[in-house]
């Protein structure tokens, strides 16, 4: 505490607060750090919550909410609004930071950073995790079975990990009951449920067994190298990391220019020299297959450059690539595809046939064109016919009887949300509109049918000359954990004074 109050003394304000809020927190152990199992902040959050006794939101609002420096976070937090900054709770953004800086005060701690991906922000661009929280319906149901406490490993929230490596089943990111997405942080999170209904999320009768491919693997070897180092190296990679990197490789491998390190790594040429010029960074998705083309992984590729990497690339395609193939035959491709009827353009044409776009262009310039040309109008035509059947699907979505969410029909369908949302924005706002009026009503339904619970329960009790405590209520109420919700504790004080207690 003493430590905590000299670390602030430059700042009266703060320090006043927090004597008279009185906001320290226990030190509580995150769980998992050190291993790829660690925990996510926002789950360590919640269980603080839960070990004071407290639900998220005062914790957010009135403790966690007065430290921040962010202005717009201390604001949003402070009105209880969490929904806009929620999902870069466990990320690598400013957000995350200040997260994290304001619980190691709070609790006095000073490993809460590889409760998220902060220490490898130099390696990953933003867009790491997924947008709402996933799980693996039987890891929890062991956890809960096991007595051991119950959190939401990191490594869920992954937007390339869709499995549980242990269990071999896909991971759920939708409430059994409710059927909704659950952000990171809300004002009533609860590991393990659902803050909308308050449901369990342990519900085996969801899951669908998915055998892991080599793939997905070769993800989570990378993926739980990272983590499990996460709170154990000196120094962490800043972001001239993958450009470092590329350089290093070129001259290993004496590559000499950036086209045909591209065109080894399988990937364009452009893209590559703006992360080898440093200007730009990798997403995780082509880091992955950077380091699966060259044999190493992420980690390796970071703290051990060793002469692996040589080997393993010229085995693959590095040689075939120095084949070469005569003027006359890159004419041959080029008529041969210019009368297609499944036009492809020049830059796939040239990789199927192994020649540089550049040569083509050069000696055929009117072939190439044609190709172009072709090309651009069947790609043209198919966007069109894409953008009917989208439409086609929104309406008949808003025609089914139970209305589901904009997310879901993405998920269905294969549409991301961005394509659905440029191709009809109003289609979608109605599809959005209907559901949410739908789970408006389904949770009204569901609060009736618990106060009505919670009344017939402290009637029971009240009958039996047994003082309803909210000890006893809590008893026998079929979900326990319900009575941390304000409007459950409010149904049962009315209920109380309605039987005359004070
Ligand atoms: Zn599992
Ligand atoms: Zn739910």
């Known amino acids: 505490m003493n430590l905590i109050l000299s670390s602030l003394t430059d700042e009266r304000g703060k320090v006043e607060n927090f004597l008279s809020t ?105 867009k790491l995790f997924s947008r709402y929280r996933k799980w693996c319906p039987i890891c929890l149901n062991k956890m809960k079975s096991n007595s051991k406490i119950i959190y939401e490993p990191l490594i869920w929230y992954i937007s390339d990990i869709k ?80 450009s470092n990197f590329l350089n290093r490789l070129m001259k290993k491998l004496d590559i ?31 880091l992955l297959k950077i380091a699966r083309k060259i044999g190493l992984t992420i980690y390796e590729m970071i703290y051990d450059n060793n002469k692996k990497l040589v080997l393993e690339i010229k085995k693959d395609s590095y040689l075939q690539q120095q084949k070469s193939i005569s003027i006359s035959e890159i004419e041959d491709s080029l008529k041969k595809e210019v009368n297609s009827k499944e036009p492809k353009s020049l830059n796939r044409i040239s990789k199927e046939y192994g020649f540089y776009e550049s040569t083509a262009k050069r000696n055929f310039p009117i072939l190439c064109e044609k190709v172009t040309k072709n090309f651009n109008s069947y790609k043209e035509q ?32 294969g549409i991301t949300l961005k394509t659905a949302k440029t191709v009809s924005p109003n289609l979608c706002k109605k599809v959005v509109k209907r559901y949410e009026e739908y789970i408006h009503e389904l949770k009204r339904k569901r609060v009736q049918i618990i106060k009505r619970e919670i009344i017939e329960i402290v009637n029971t009790l009240h009958q039996k000359g047994i003082y309803p405590s909210s000890n006893k209520v809590q008893e026998n109420l079929e979900n326990k954990h319900l009575f941390r919700k304000e409007w459950v504790k409010r149904a049962w004080k009315e209920t109380l004074e309605s039987l005359g207690y004070k």
């Open 22 to 126: 009185r906001t320290d927190l226990y030190n509580v152990d995150p769980i998992g750090i050190g291993t790829s199992y660690v925990e996510s902040l926002s789950s360590y959050i919640s269980r603080i919550a839960e070990i004071h006794n407290l639900a998220v939101s005062p914790l957010l609002s009135k403790v966690i909410a007065p430290m921040l420096n962010i202005n717009y976070l201390k604001e949003q937090l402070t009105q209880g609004i969490i929904k806009d900054t929620s999902h870069f709770i466990n990320e690598n953004s400013p957000v995350t930071i200040e997260y994290c800086n304001t619980l190691e005060i709070l609790t006095g701690r000073h490993d809460l950073r590889s409760l998220t991906m902060l220490n490898w922000q130099g390696v990953f661009s933003k």
């Open 163 to 242: 499995k549980c490596e242990v269990h071999e089943v896909v991971l759920q990111d939708q409430c059994p009951n409710c059927n909704r997405n659950l952000p990171y942080l809300h004002k009533e999170l609860m590991v393990g449920y659902c803050q909308y209904c308050g449901s369990w999320l342990g519900d085996e009768l969801v899951i669908n067994k998915e055998t892991l491919t080599e793939k997905d693997i070769f993800i989570f070897q990378n993926y739980k190298e990272l983590l499990a180092n996460s709170s154990k190296q000196p120094i962490y990679p800043t972001r001239t990391f993958i």
């Open 256 to 286: 000499k220019s950036v086209a045909k390190l591209a065109n080894i790594l399988g990937l364009n040429s452009a893209t590559v020299n703006s992360w080898v010029k440093g200007r730009r960074h990798p997403s995780s998705e082509s």
């Open 382 to 413: 198919k966007v069109k016919k894409r953008r009917i059947e989208i439409e086609e699907k929104l309406i008949d979505c808003l025609s089914k009887e139970t209305p589901i969410s904009l997310n879901q029909f993405s998920k269905d369908n």
